[in-house]
């Protein structure tokens, strides 16, 4: 059974870095897109980032500049570096992966607050 499993959540004072890592165990065959969702309490689900095979990316406009997707040397590995975060990036990020069908990962919580 497939799964994407998240990691590197966690509390941060406003400025600081974070970085999220995503890894499927299990083989999935023909990943087109790998990225990052969140939602935080109260608003809906929304993409932070997106990577594709071809290594092409896509951003939120609010995360433009600061959060940087990128796909690791292992397969089907993603990472989301967070820089200079706000209390409103505070959120549970879902890891993402497109295939023949969709897979999401359980969540991991990041707050920003002093």
């Known amino acids: 059974q497939v799964q994407l499993v998240e990691s590197g959540g966690g509390l941060v004072q406003p400025g600081g870095s974070l970085r999220l890592s995503c890894a499927a165990s299990g083989t999935i065959f023909s990943i087109s897109v790998m990225g990052w969702y969140r939602q935080a309490p109260g608003k809906e689900h929304e993409l932070v980032a997106a990577?594709?095979?071809?290594?092409?990316?896509n951003y939120a406009d609010s995360v433009k500049g600061r959060f940087t997707i990128s796909r690791g040397n292992v397969k089907n590995t993603v990472y989301l570096q967070m820089n200079s975060l706000k209390p409103e990036d505070t959120a549970v990020y879902y890891c993402?992966?497109?295939?023949?069908?969709?897979?999401w990962g359980q969540g991991t919580q990041v707050t920003v607050s002093s």
């Open positions: 993402n992966a497109i295939s023949v069908i969709t897979y």
């Open positions: 990577i594709t095979s071809g290594g092409s990316t």
